[in-house]
């Protein structure tokens, strides 16, 4: 009797360690930025001395403002700047000394009207070259090679396309007047698109050409397009004042508000303007500021139908299927929605009267706040792969354009004058 | 028959010995507790926009003495000096009466709840209360390097399965379910030594951690 027992007694005392352990969620982790040194060109001959200094601080402001790195200061490198760029050449110990677990190296030389720069990406604790990659450009365009490069570096650690060869567009006020203008991702190498009278509310082309804005020209809002170099084109008439425009993720057709006395209604349109169709109907009430889904199905927008501007979204097919996103806050606006789908990024007045950003998402309605104490922060427009974005911001005295990271951080001025900047888009 | 018997026992001891070494069992497929810390506060209207949750102030240093100014040394006035002392007496009163009228900006209240911990990092509190501290501990190092990529981090998933002594010693770390990412695995291991020593455990869950442990579930 004893042994069936003792059997019985040895088989069921670790069923007691078998017992499930409670597990936590944890989530939201800290995604800091990889510490990365970037050594000053070193160039091959004369004629690249002249575009190095464009060359590198274009460099420079792409690997800090894309949110990706830690760009360390240069006055604590150990390094001499005459250093070679081959592996066998550099002094990792002082790279590693200094913080940098990645280092960029660069040489640039002139081809007769071409630039060239050849850029390296070592790992300091490896000592190992990661990178190597060569670009020429015009001589005349030392920023657009180092746009190439960082992009190059960029896709090597997130394998996605970086956002340094996209385009921006703004405007800028010009005493009584507003100009558009279209710009490189970092507001340099502007061109004006809309100069003279008063144009706003620019909407980038999808293939980043122009844009669509409402323009005051003929003495009312109504919707025009333009490249850059060429005279800018009616779109959208009605009639009536029309504004407020954005392009379909496809291009092919683009929504827009219409004002008609006491109210203001949202339609949508082929991108040449014809084909206009109404999509709200709310008498008394202002519909405006659309904005489309990543998969063009569905078009957010904001309305006072509750007594003050929120936002909403409803089907793009035929405005049904109306449903209300923002339920705080009691003044919501300038909605922009990510590439990636599943946030929306908007405009708020709190409840100190500071305007900042926000992000909703889509799904779940949790409302992240982006900027806060930092003068007024507004209309916000994501890039192309949703992981930045594009905003104003008055925290420097005047309204200047900022970027920043989706969730808020690494926010940084766009290198361009100081002037009064609205409404930009991407 | 005895033989046989005892040839059974040592079969099974050895089965029960191999589960034993494996350790306590990790429900992957179990949603995992989602624990907050409210801070100590008021709670903030719901019907307002949120406002950035800041990290805790580092703890305040102790100010080092000012040393005393010397004494000025007073000046023999001369025989033609001019009185300057009504100048002096205006500016001085004027800038007591601003003085008096200034009032520093009162500091920011952060919203939380009556009873909330002076160690919380929330708006509101979920969960058993240790389980929130101890989560709250272990998020404050959860660095990630920024450079994996987007893609992949929607899919990163990794499991850390720890036992904490009862004065909150960590006895074991273990990486229960890899994400498949080297630098996300180290991250999130990282993060859980880097948090030892853990708080003591409270009297009902003591001998729990000790034996059978806990489990974080990180996601990006």
Same mark, same amino acid.
């Given at each position: 009797m004893r042994l069936p027992a003792l059997c019985l007694l040895v088989v069921l005392c670790p069923f007691a360690a078998l017992a499930e352990q409670p597990v936590l969620e944890i989530s939201g982790a800290n995604f800091r930025p990889m510490p990365l040194a970037v050594a000053a060109p070193l160039t091959? #001959?004369? @004629?690249a001395k002249k575009p190095a200094a464009e060359f590198d601080a274009a460099l420079m402001y792409d690997f800090t403002a894309c949110g990706l790195f830690q760009v360390l200061d240069r006055?604590?490198?150990?390094?001499?700047?005459?250093? +070679?760029?081959?592996a066998t050449a550099i002094k990792f110990d002082n790279w590693a000394n200094i913080g940098a677990d990645s280092l960029v190296k660069t040489q640039l030389s002139v081809d007769g009207e071409l630039l060239r720069g050849d850029l390296r990406l070592f790992t300091v604790a490896a000592g190992r070259e990661e990178l190597k990659v060569s670009e020429s450009v015009s001589a005349k365009d030392p920023r657009r090679l180092a746009h190439k490069l960082a992009n190059a570096v960029y896709k090597h650690f997130t394998r996605e396309t970086g956002p340094f060869e996209t385009h921006i567009v703004f405007v800028k006020k010009n005493g009584a007047g507003r100009d558009i203008y279209l710009a490189d991702w970092d507001g340099r190498n502007a061109a004006g698109v809309a100069v003279g009278n008063i144009n706003v509310l620019p909407a980038l082309m999808p293939d980043g050409g122009g844009a669509a804005f409402t323009s005051y020209r003929r003495g009312k809002p109504e919707l025009f397009s333009a490249r850059v170099g060429q005279d800018p084109a009616p779109l959208v008439f009605a009639g009536r004042m029309v504004s407020g425009v954005a392009y379909s993720p496809d291009g092919k057709r683009i929504a827009y508000s219409v004002s008609d006395g006491e109210n203001a209604e949202v339609w949508t349109a082929a991108a #040449?303007?014809?084909g206009q169709r109404k999509l709200t109907d709310t008498r008394y009430f202002l519909n405006s500021s659309p904005t489309w889904a990543p998969d063009g199905k569905r078009i957010a927008f904001v309305s006072n139908r509750a007594g003050n501007p929120q936002i909403y979204v409803m089907s793009s $097919? !035929? +405005? %049904?299927?109306v449903k209300r996103v923002t339920f705080q806050g009691n003044y919501n606006q300038t909605p922009d929605w990510s590439p990636r789908g599943d946030l929306i990024a908007f405009t708020a007045r709190d409840e100190r009267n500071a305007f900042d950003l926000f992000t909703i998402n889509? !799904?779940?309605g949790k409302v992240t706040r982006?900027?806060? *104490?930092?003068g007024n922060n507004e209309e916000p427009a994501f890039s192309p792969s949703g992981r930045l974005i594009l905003f104003t911001s008055t925290r420097g005295g005047t309204r200047h354009p900022y970027v920043m990271t989706?969730? +808020?951080?690494?926010q940084v001025p766009l290198p361009i004058d100081k002037g009064d900047y609205s409404t930009p888009d991407w | 028959m005895l033989s046989v018997a005892g040839h059974v026992v040592v079969v099974v001891l050895g089965l029960v010995l191999s589960w034993v070494l494996a350790g306590p069992k990790v429900e992957l497929d179990t949603p995992p507790i989602k624990a907050t810390l409210v801070r100590l506060g008021k709670p903030r209207d719901e019907k307002l926009l949120p406002r950035k949750e800041e990290a805790p102030p580092p703890p305040k240093r102790e100010a080092e003495p000012v040393p005393l100014p010397a004494p000025a040394a007073v000046p023999i006035p001369s025989k033609n000096a001019k009185p300057e002392k009504k100048a002096r007496d205006e500016r001085k009163s004027l800038f007591d009466a601003l003085n008096k009228t200034a009032r520093a900006a009162p500091p920011e209240e952060l919203e939380?709840? $009556? *009873? @909330? #911990?002076?160690?919380g990092d929330a708006a509101k509190q979920e969960g058993e209360r240790y389980y929130a501290l101890i989560t709250s501990l272990v998020k404050r190092n959860y660095d990630v390097s920024d450079t994996i990529p987007e893609a992949e981090r929607r899919t990163l998933h990794a499991v850390v399965a720890i036992r904490v002594g009862t004065?909150?010693?960590?006895?074991d770390v273990q990486?229960?379910? +890899? %994400?498949?990412?080297a630098l996300f695995d180290s991250a999130v291991l990282s993060s859980v030594k880097k948090? $030892?020593?853990?708080p003591p455990p409270p009297a009902h869950l003591k001998d729990g951690l000790k034996s059978n442990g806990i489990a974080f579930d990180f996601t990006p």
């Open positions: 091959q #001959d004369d @004629g006055k604590g490198y150990l390094s001499d700047a005459k250093e +070679g760029v081959t #040449d303007g014809s $097919a !035929d +405005g %049904s299927g889509v !799904d779940s982006l900027t806060q *104490d930092s989706f969730d +808020g951080n690494n | 939380g709840a $009556a *009873d @909330g #911990d002076p160690h004065s909150g010693e960590l006895l990486l229960k379910h +890899g %994400s498949g990412n948090t $030892a020593p853990y």
